[in-house]
């Protein structure tokens, strides 16, 4: 069948669903440390490796994604899995530094190169199927990654319990190699769509690097996803220390990880189908740095006047949880409505290439975004208020780059 939910829709789901289950890596974290016998921080730099790979691959790969999405969807399936089975294997015949170094090198740079990619692989296809409504099919597909956590979380929590942390490796690395490599078959441009040669394309790095508009974007993209892995990845902890004298409502707390995970996709899909309806896509960016300010600054002065998130309880949990909720949200929609904001900007010609190039502030944002908060923490004395104060005090900074290098001139 020739059609944009069969040859792209569907294969961007199947695609993004699967690698998106890199954002589950605070479910089973503490379970690798346990079972290879080192700290926590140290495994956490499995996922900052994971994060880096995967900006850094996407721009690098967009020259290969842009002339053939076959060989590239095939080179995301192949690492993706081998990543995960790789990392299953690490943990169950190695500890200490040796497994360390195996999880490093599997979950981290395996694993993260073909997340790179496979993200990458489905985003023009889809823009050019859906070409009169770019915000929703990037949606579509992006909203596929943020989903994949509140899919995978029960089915991995199950997995451990029942069978152990090594087993879950195997058993999802194999049902995510059959959904990629449907994907990868299924994945196919519109009929007469043709990419020009590499050698006849006019694409210049070094101007696009040098375009004030791009530097803007990259910018705020990077400040949003910084803000969110900030939060996002201590997502857990800051739930247990703020409900630390609320025993009781540990159901309720269990639940948030799905919650949150399901406001990341509509998040997805929202925002960017909200763009399609509007003169210039970067208002839905002002919208999302006006919420993420206001809501970390609520919370960020409940916290130092308050008494909350300095690891003795708090009486702000609910309003802990809907931060969390809206701080989805936005990191969300700051993924999906990106590559139809740069096609705005620089055409549909290179889009593979630019969105690559983009994506390389997530490799930057993986680096610093959870690392940051645990300096924080730990010059803080393991206060969250803080980490909460400096994702607000960026929030600022990216609505004003929004409004003054990226907004639409009229």
């Known amino acids: 069948m020739e059609n944009k939910w069969v040859r792209a829709a569907i294969p961007a789901l199947l695609i993004h669903c699967s690698i998106g289950t890199v954002y589950c890596w605070s ?6 440390a346990d079972r290879i016998g080192v700290s926590t921080f140290a495994t956490g730099w499995a996922f900052s490796l994971a994060i880096f790979f995967l900006g850094m691959s996407a721009a690098f790969a967009g020259k290969i994604v842009e002339l053939d999405i076959h060989k590239s969807s095939l080179i995301a399936c192949i690492c993706f899995t081998l990543g995960m089975l790789g990392t299953g294997l690490t943990i169950q015949f190695f500890k200490g ?55 995978a979380t029960p089915i991995m929590e199950f997995l451990q319990k029942k069978y152990g942390i090594s087993a879950m490796f195997y058993v999802l690395g194999c049902i995510y190699f059959v959904m990629m490599m449907a994907g990868h078959f299924l994945l196919k441009k519109p009929e007469g769509w043709v990419e020009k040669n ?3 394309s006019d694409f210049k790095l070094s101007s696009i690097i040098k375009n004030k508009v791009f530097l803007g974007i990259w910018l705020m993209f990077f400040i949003n996803i910084h803000c969110g892995l900030m939060l996002i990845t201590y997502e857990k902890q ?15 707390v269990s639940l948030v990880p799905s919650l949150t995970a399901a406001c990341n996709a509509l ?6 189908t909200v763009s399609d309806k509007m003169k210039d896509r970067s208002l839905v960016y002002q919208i999302i740095f006006i919420t993420c300010m206001v809501i970390t600054g609520v919370m960020g002065f409940a916290g130092l006047f308050g008494g909350g998130f300095s690891g003795k309880g708090g009486s702000f949990g609910f309003l802990i949880i809907i931060m969390l909720m809206i701080i989805n949200l936005g990191y969300g929609g700051g993924f999906s409505t990106l590559p139809a904001l740069l096609s705005a900007r620089f055409g549909m010609e290179n889009i593979s290439k630019i969105h690559g ?11 610093t975004g959870n690392n940051l908060s645990e300096i924080i923490l730990r010059a803080s004395g393991q206060n969250y208020t803080y980490i909460i104060m400096t994702a607000m005090i960026l929030y600022i900074l990216a609505f004003v780059i929004c409004i003054t290098l990226v907004k639409e001139k009229r």
């Not at 170094?101 to 023009?124: A, E, N, Q």
């Not at 998040?267 to 960017?272: A, E």
């Open 357 to 367: 190039i983009t994506l390389s502030a997530w490799a930057v944002a993986g680096i």
């Open 238 to 252: 800051l739930l247990n220390v703020t409900f630390a004298l609320a025993a009781s409502l540990g159901t309720i």
């Open 27 to 32: 479910t089973f974290k503490e379970a690798i």
């Open 267 to 272: 998040g997805r899909i929202g925002y960017s």
């Open 97 to 151: 530094w040796i497994a360390l170094v195996g999880i490093y090198l599997f979950y981290g740079c395996v694993m993260g190169i073909g997340l790179g990619i496979g993200y990458l692989t489905p985003v023009k296809t889809l823009m050019l199927w859906f070409s009169d409504q770019k915000g929703l099919a990037t949606g579509i597909s992006i909203m596929g990654f943020g989903l994949a956590k509140a899919i």
């Open 198 to 200: 590499s050698k006849d």
